[in-house]
T-cell receptor, first 115, second 114 residues
Framework: AQSVTQPDIHITVSEGASLELRCNYS??????LFWYVQSPGQGLQLLLK??????LVQGIKGFEAEFKRSQSSFNLRKPSVHWSDAAEYFC?????????????FGTGTRLTIIP | NAGVTQTPKFQVLKTGQSMTLQCAQD?????MYWYRQDPGMGLRLIYY???????DKGEVPNGYNVSRLNKREFSLRLESAAPSQTSVYFC?????????????FGSGTRLTVV
């Protein structure tokens, strides 16, 4: 069965510093990969997605993610964080099978920004 | 666009009571989903519907029923609420039509069962 691991439960970063959130997946083939962000009291918003092609994917709000097949990873990065980036971030995977649309979500990483 | 609309936003139930969570999307999406979110467990799929008239169990379906009323609406029913069903519930939709697609989420329903 597919699975997603986000090893970091909570990360604290200073405003203006760079950020990397880790995501590792377990699946036989290359899955579809997603990153979502959840602000307090809100639903999840799609940051970016990877289906195929260029392994460096650009998303909204200045985020990017890099797919590394050899490491089964899809880490999220941002060069310089802003206080408004404080939120919870979820990685998700979906199998590349026609007719199977279910996503599996990681347990999330909470990001705290300090001034 | 409203996107995905969930009602109610908050609800407190007594053990054994029933209720229905409503969800509607205006994006003409084929697929709809119900998830629950619990601390430290991420989102877990309860039920999903690939199209009007079809539903399928997810990871945690026990204690829940769903109805895909039409293409726009997908409701989740708790017949006899239990404290273990205290959670935040999210409805989502996606285009469907083959392979996983990005989900659009509603803002959630925070349910407390006492």
């Amino acid at each position: 069965a597919q699975s997603v691991t986000q090893p970091d439960i909570h990360i604290t970063v200073s405003e203006g510093a760079s950020l990397e959130l880790r995501c590792n997946y377990s699946y036989g083939a290359t899955p579809y990969l997603f990153w979502y962000v959840q602000s307090p009291g809100q639903g999840l918003q799609l940051l970016l997605k990877y289906f195929s092609g260029d392994t460096l994917v650009q998303g909204i709000k200045g985020f990017e993610a890099e797919f590394k097949r050899s490491q089964s990873s899809f880490n999220l990065r941002k060069p310089s964080v802003h206080w408004s980036d404080a939120a919870e971030y979820f990685c998700a995977v979906g199998p590349p099978n026609f007719g199977n649309e279910k996503l599996t979500f990681g347990t999330g990483t909470r990001l705290t920004i300090i001034p | 666009n409203a996107g995905v609309t969930q009602t109610p936003k908050f609800q407190v139930l007594k053990t054994g009571q029933s209720m229905t969570l409503q969800c509607a999307q205006d994006m003409n999406h084929n697929s709809m989903y119900w998830y629950r979110q619990d601390p430290g467990m991420g989102l877990r799929l309860i039920y999903y519907s690939a199209s009007e008239g079809t539903t399928d169990k997810g990871e945690v379906p026990n204690g829940y029923n769903v109805s895909r009323l039409n293409k726009r609406e997908f409701s989740l029913r708790l017949e006899s609420a239990a404290p273990s069903q205290t959670s935040v519930y999210f409805c989502a939709s996606s285009e469907g039509g083959g392979g996983p697609r990005a989900h659009t989420f509603g803002s959630g329903t925070r349910l407390t069962v006492v």
